[in-house]
């Protein structure tokens, strides 16, 4: 499992390696310290997946960001344009979209990469180009931090608005043992850093408290379980999944049924969709249902209006503070430019945000140590009978 880990790493600090030595050459030099003038449409990428197999990620980030450029942007007196950066899911697909954001001069920040493979890939690229990226879904603790002497994957550049992994796992383990009273755990990763990370976290703290852990790996392109479910234990009490595709998840939940085991399924944010429709399953997730906050009622019903026929989801609003954040960076560097600003000077203000009515409640400010958010909190959902997800907890 380690190994392959090591190989899909290596893959991207190839990626990356060749987009640092190509970022600071001929177009993209050029935009990286091209004045814009802040009376300009300014332009906000978004590099998620458009298209692929979480094409729902990205049309729901896409969504948001949009309403947070009419929202917040219109509040600033700015014009903003946001751009559509699709990665499909592949980190190579990725390293593409990102050089075609760098090469465009209009471009003063991104929302994003949504998956921390491509976080991790492009962030070299976005450094060099002085861009900032700011995401609201890429977590994998690495990213922004040193975990067991190993090295933070992504660059000064890279920033995110959620809480990383090494509080997902935990909570999660934290709910396992002491509301769901496990005793034997299956542990499923996809062999990318996302899910092999979370997977690490789970499978390390249930041990250290008694419980017995089977681990297993598969590849996104799974689609039949029906060989791995078999080796499970007939009395594990839950499959965990840290998915990005909800589809396999509930294909685990389907073999395991179909195969006479009791385990429920308990996935992470990817598998937040409607693709992951098992009744009595869990899944965690960076953001709260904010339908549920009367608070945020006038803004969930703007997105819906804009928005007609598509399903509200945790996914979007994230990248709505993301944008907004990049936003009020362009802000305060527009006056403190008088009028005129470069990426650099976008880049250079983003830790000096501080959102008071921030989307996912509260207020926002940022930790003083790492390009993560000062406070951050995981939400619970349990898949109910009609196939809906319902928040049940805080996690925290």
Known sequence: ??????????????VAAALASTAGAGSSAAAQIQAIKCDSTLKIAVLTPYTGPAAFLGQDQGSWANLAAKNVGKALGLKVQIVAADSTLDPAVAATAAQKVIADSQVIGVVGPATSGAAAGVSPAFFAAKLAAVTGSASNTRLTKIVGGKPKTATAAFFRVIADDSLQGSVDAKYMLNTLKVKKVAVLDAQEPYSEGLADIVEGF???????????????????????????????????????????????????REQGKKAVVFGTDGTIA?????????????APDLTLDPSKKALVDQWKKDNPGRTFSAFGPTSYGATEVILRAAKKACIDGKGTITRQDVLRRIKSVKIKDWILCGSFAWSTKTNDPLYGAYWLFKIQPDGQNKQIAKLS
């Open 1 to 14: 499992m380690r190994r392959r880990g090591g190989i899909a790493i290596a893959f991207v600090a190839i």
């Open 206 to 256: 249930l041990k250290a408290k008694g419980v017995a852990v089977q681990r297993f790996s598969v590849t996104n392109s799974t689609t039949d379980y029906s060989a791995i479910v078999n080796k499970i234990d007939k009395d594990t009490d839950v499959a965990f999944t840290p998915f990005q595709i909800a589809a396999n998840a509930q294909a685990v939940a389907v073999a395991l």
């Open 274 to 286: 409607p693709e992951f429709k098992f009744p009595g399953s869990y899944a965690s997730v960076f």
